[in-house]
């Protein structure tokens, strides 16, 4: 079964700062698809950024990027030049290529410090 | 702009009572998904939608659960006879095929009292 791991329940950035949130899973399938969706106060799911996974390049979406590690099953997000925008709360999914359903990680509460 | 609207945002309803959740996408797609979401919990997979048909759901999923497409726009998910534990944030996801992102909606929150 697929599983989708957030070990860091919180995390905390200084503005400006760059923070990684951490986020493994576990599938036997070699063809998937990995997502950050981000979830502000208002609750709306936000995705991110992507990444497929035959594609080795790490996927970057301006100051967001990914290091994505197929072998070991690790699909990080960095943030670079964090904003108090980016207060939320950022969850991991993993979509598998044949499947139709998002598999999500328990979320990591990232508060940005003025 | 969003791919999808749903309505209500916020709905609350007795224990018992039938419930629909509407969502309208704003472009054509051929996938269509609920998720839930109970309040500090992880976003679940309830259903998807494929075809006019139902190609996979959960556990969750249960037969108190139904979605159809009325019009053939309008997507909606019905809970018959409410729960307490129905209570949480219900996204409704369009999508445009295997393996693409989802595009959830804004969510309605669902209180069952």
């Known amino acids: 079964a697929q599983t989708v791991t957030q070990s860091q329940p919180e995390m905390s950035v200084q503005e400006a700062e760059t923070v990684t949130l951490s986020c493994t899973y576990d599938t036997s399938e070699s063809d998937y698809y990995l997502f950050w969706y981000k979830q502000p106060p208002s609750r709306q799911m936000i995705l991110v950024i992507r990444q497929e996974a035959y594609k080795q390049q790490n996927a970057t979406e301006n100051r967001f990027s990914v290091n994505f590690q197929k072998a070991a099953k690790s699909f990080s997000l960095k943030i670079s030049d964090s904003q108090l925008g980016d207060a939320a709360m950022y969850f991991c999914a993993y979509r598998p290529q044949r499947g139709n359903q998002f598999y999500f990680g328990t979320g990591t509460s990232l508060t940005v410090i003025p | 702009e969003p791919e999808v609207t749903q309505t209500p945002s916020h709905q609350v309803t007795q224990m018992g009572q039938e419930v629909i959740l509407r969502c309208v996408p704003i472009s054509n797609h051929l996938y269509f998904y609920w998720y839930r979401q109970i309040l500090g919990q992880k976003v679940e997979f309830l259903v998807s939608?494929?075809?006019?048909?139902?190609?996979?759901k959960s556990e969750i999923f249960d037969d108190q659960f139904s979605v159809e497409r009325p019009d053939g726009s309008n997507f909606t998910l019905k809970i018959r006879s409410t729960k307490l534990e129905d209570s949480a944030m219900y996204f409704c996801?369009?999508?445009?095929?295997?393996?693409?992102?989802?595009?959830f909606g804004q969510g309605t929150r669902l209180t069952v009292v």
């Open positions: 996801a369009p999508g445009r095929g295997r393996g693409t992102e989802a595009f």
């Open positions: 939608f494929y075809n006019n048909e139902i190609s996979e």
